[in-house]
């Protein structure tokens, strides 16, 4: 009964808001423009169950409309898959540590130069770290916590929502829209600070920035787990994201001509996350299809692709992202159900589109805009969607993954990093100099809602 309320009784009325004043429209619907891509389940009060072999996820899908004998012919993907580029966290400590030697002077140009590759002006816009310590257990640990709390009943949903901050604190299921204004009934979010459970504000930041400055809500009665394993994995992949915004500041100097040990002040993207408490964890639960998605519904055209999160920039520094997990409808871990579709896509500086993969050893972690402005244009945020699983064997099956923005404090001043002869010239659309985070937030969203 509880596996039949995953893809059931969940979908509630999309709440009606006018526009509201900066403050809850702007950081309350900064969730909905941050985009995202994909065990053994732990349950309350029972062993941790072995993985289930992949051929039990169609044991117990939805019927399908086609007959048993039916032969679809699949055709092949429209768009490539490639690789994110994997760099070890041993060579990001190396690089950041300011080691001289030889040897290390040529395996860290050597790491740099995959950093620039993979963020700078040309790149993809992303790159996977792999090396994070506690990675695989804090992954198992959170993500199957999602089906958790998907199969909560409505009411302590209900409780679970924070209205005040516009749903991007706790629970949110179809308050958001995609493409025409159709609630996005398709996945569920819970939404935290991954570092920082509660602040010390004054009444003003409450008022105008609740998103940022509203508690936690946790469901401890019911997962009382959820608050440990949820901080565990945010605290890895914030770190981890410090650590990685220390080389990108590297490569902003590198590549503007200044000394390795000149200071970027302001302009610092490790500056910015650290001195920052506006971290947002999102948790995400996409529901497992109840009909035959064909394939190619959800991917195919650019204008039609991203049936699971559509076309968007990140805007703030970066995004850390886990490997996906697939579940069936008994909890246990299953194969991505279409392997060749499912997943992330991004649009290259040339108008390219691919399927970036990773691996889920691999933190993922993306440009956001905010990065772009203050490296001067060194680092590159790129168009990015999410496809959804098509076919019969995605009936069924959800997918749980978990994602951790990180960004400026909303009153810090976005000012670009000047090269050796005082120039600033980047070029991000909604960018004027002398705004700060939470007014080029305002733009960027004002771009996806108006």
């Known amino acids: 009964e509880r596996r039949r309320r995953r893809g059931e009784g969940m979908i509630r009325p999309l709440r009606v808001r006018t526009k509201a004043s900066f403050g809850r429209a702007t950081f309350g619907r900064a969730r909905a423009a941050h985009g995202v891509v994909s065990s053994v389940s732990s349950r309350r009060g029972s062993s941790r169950r072995a993985p289930r072999d992949v051929g039990h996820a169609t044991a117990c899908h939805a019927v399908s409309n086609k007959g048993s004998d039916s032969m679809v012919e699949e055709s092949e993907p429209e768009y490539p898959t490639v690789k994110a580029q994997v760099i070890e966290v041993a060579d990001l400590q190396r690089l950041c540590s300011g080691s001289n030697t030889a040897e290390d002077e040529e395996l860290n140009a050597r790491t740099l130069e995959q950093i620039r590759h993979s963020l700078g002006r040309e790149g993809l816009g992303i790159i996977a770290v792999r090396g994070v310590e506690g990675l695989e257990e804090a992954r198992e640990s959170l993500l199957p916590l999602a089906d958790e709390l998907a199969l909560l009943p409505p009411t302590q949903l209900k409780e679970l929502e924070d209205e005040a901050s516009s749903y991007s604190i706790g ?133 039609k692709m991203g049936n699971w999160c559509g076309w968007h920039l990140d805007h703030g520094s970066l995004t850390g992202l886990t490997g996906a997990m697939f579940t069936d409808c008994k909890g246990g871990q299953v194969a991505n159900p279409d392997p060749k579709r499912c ?54 099956v959800a997918r749980n993954t978990f994602a951790v923005f990180m960004q400026p404090k909303w009153d810090l001043e976005l000012k ?35």
């Open 171 to 303: 629970w949110s299921h179809g308050k958001e829209t995609l493409e025409g204004g159709v609630p996005d009934t398709f996945k569920g979010s819970f939404y935290a600070n991954p570092i920082h459970d509660s602040h010390d504000v004054t009444e003003e930041e409450l008022e105008l920035y609740p998103s940022y400055t509203r508690p936690n809500v946790w469901p401890h009665d019911s997962i009382p787990e959820l608050k440990a394993s949820l901080m565990r994995m945010g605290g890895l992949i914030v770190d981890h994201g410090k650590l990685l915004a220390r080389a990108c500041d590297l490569l902003t100097k590198k590549e503007l001509g200044l000394e390795a040990d000149a200071s970027l002040g302001m302009s610092s993207i490790e500056g910015a996350i650290e001195d920052s408490f506006a971290a947002k964890a999102r948790l995400l639960h996409y529901f497992p299809p109840k009909e035959v998605i064909e394939k190619g519904e959800g991917g195919g055209e650019e204008q």
């Open 343 to 396: 997943g992330l896509y991004v649009k290259t500086r040339k108008g390219e589109i691919v399927r970036v993969t990773y691996t889920k050893d691999c933190v993922a972690y993306q440009v956001g805009e905010s990065s772009e402005v203050m490296s001067n244009g060194v680092l590159k945020a790129t168009p990015h969607c999410v496809v959804g699983a098509e076919g019969e064997e995605a009936l069924g």
């Open 416 to 450: 670009q990093a000047e090269d050796r002869s005082g120039n600033g010239l980047v070029e991000t659309k909604g960018f004027e100099p002398g705004m700060n985070f939470g007014e080029f937030t305002q733009i960027k969203l004002d771009e996806y809602y108006s």
